[in-house]
């Protein structure tokens, strides 16, 4: 009875780990991009066209780590866009941000049906994430007998990654002169300018990581999650990850926290699907959802976001 129950909650735990991935790479892109003072709403769009090129990338070469690569360019670009219609045009924000939702989920599709026999989803993967810790687990291996410690540490590469990067975007944005760069042109981008910051280079580099780590989360997602991209593979993922933010107040730590806490409603899902709770599929399919709704009527009011965001820059009138 209670190894069962053990198992049960490795198994919840592992899960949370494995769904919570994704919404940590594309958080942390969010934090990059929105401290830097430029919103983007886009990072929807951007996680769907990286989880398509990770897919496609990791089905044409065979190596799951180039398609990891693919998606982070394809994010990227997807990004630089968003870039230069927010800060060189000086473009609503919401606006574009909306467009490249739109844009990034059509491209996907359409470059999909050309790849794939008109199917709007990839072949199956060959190779999904490594196991970097399976050397510690499995028959013969050190941990063989603790079912609990293989279902919890037992990951795919991308949730060792995404942790590192938690710690690495932390690094960056408090204890690094870049970083505080960027949290300057997000408080007050005039003030900075006068110091010789440069705040269109600042912006522009930002929203071009946050697209990058979007395109991360998107792979994460159809190359370790599931073996293949589909069109409603990301559903709305992206903007849990916005939600996550939020709730993690701007900050790396708190949007981990806050993604594991979406992940954690995904895991709980998942288990009580498979242990056939009578409770009806789409109740459980809707709890991420729903608890992201909660939780951000929780914290509206209560988060103070970066001083100058979604503010267009005009270097002309700061002059």
């Not at 990059?32 to 989880?51: K, P, Q």
């Not at 687990?137 to 063989?144: D, R, S, T, V």
């Given at each position: ?10 198994f ?20 990059i ?14 996680m ?6 990770g ?54 599709l ?52 995404a ?51 979007a395109?991360?989360?998107?792979a994460?997602?159809s ?22 933010m ?6 790396p ?10 992940g954690?409603a ?15 599929g ?38």
């Amino acid at each position: 009875m209670m190894e069962a129950l053990i198992k049960d909650i490795g198994f919840i735990i592992g899960t949370t780990l494995m769904y919570s991935t994704p919404l940590i790479f594309t958080s942390l892109g969010g934090v990059i991009t929105e401290r830097s003072g430029v919103v983007n709403i886009g990072l929807e769009g951007m996680m769907c066209f990286g989880a398509f090129a990770g897919a496609a990338g990791a089905y044409f070469s065979q190596d799951p780590w180039i398609g990891f690569a693919c998606a982070a360019i394809a994010g990227g670009l997807l990004a630089l866009l968003h870039a230069i219609a927010c800060v060189s045009f000086a473009a609503e924000q919401i606006v574009s941000g909306i467009a490249i939702n739109f844009m990034g989920t059509g491209a996907a599709l359409f470059i999909s049906r050309m790849l794939f026999d008109g199917a709007t989803q990839t072949l199956t993967i060959p190779n999904k994430m490594p196991l970097p810790l399976n050397f510690l687990f499995g028959e013969g291996k050190m941990f063989a007998s603790s079912g609990f410690m293989d279902l919890v540490f037992n990951r795919f590469a991308t949730v060792y990654i995404a942790f590192l990067m938690v710690f690495l975007i932390w690094f960056i944005l408090y204890k690094t002169k870049i970083g505080m760069r960027v949290r300057a042109v997000g408080e007050n981008p005039e003030a900075a300018n006068t110091l010789g910051i440069s705040v269109v280079k600042i912006r522009y580099g930002a929203v071009i990581m946050s697209g990058v780590f979007a395109g991360l989360g998107g792979a994460a997602m159809s190359i370790a999650v599931v073996s293949r991209f589909s069109n409603t593979l990301i559903s709305g993922h992206g903007f849990i990850a916005l939600a996550a933010m939020i709730f993690g107040k701007w900050k790396p730590q708190g949007a981990l926290v806050a993604c594991l806490l979406f992940g954690g409603a995904k895991g709980v899902e998942i288990f009580l699907g498979a242990k056939g709770v009578p409770v009806p599929g789409d109740i459980l399919a809707i709890l991420p959802y729903v608890l992201t709704i909660v939780v951000l009527v929780g914290v509206v009011g209560k988060t103070t976001p970066p001083g100058a965001i979604g503010k267009i820059f005009d270097k002309g009138e700061s002059a």
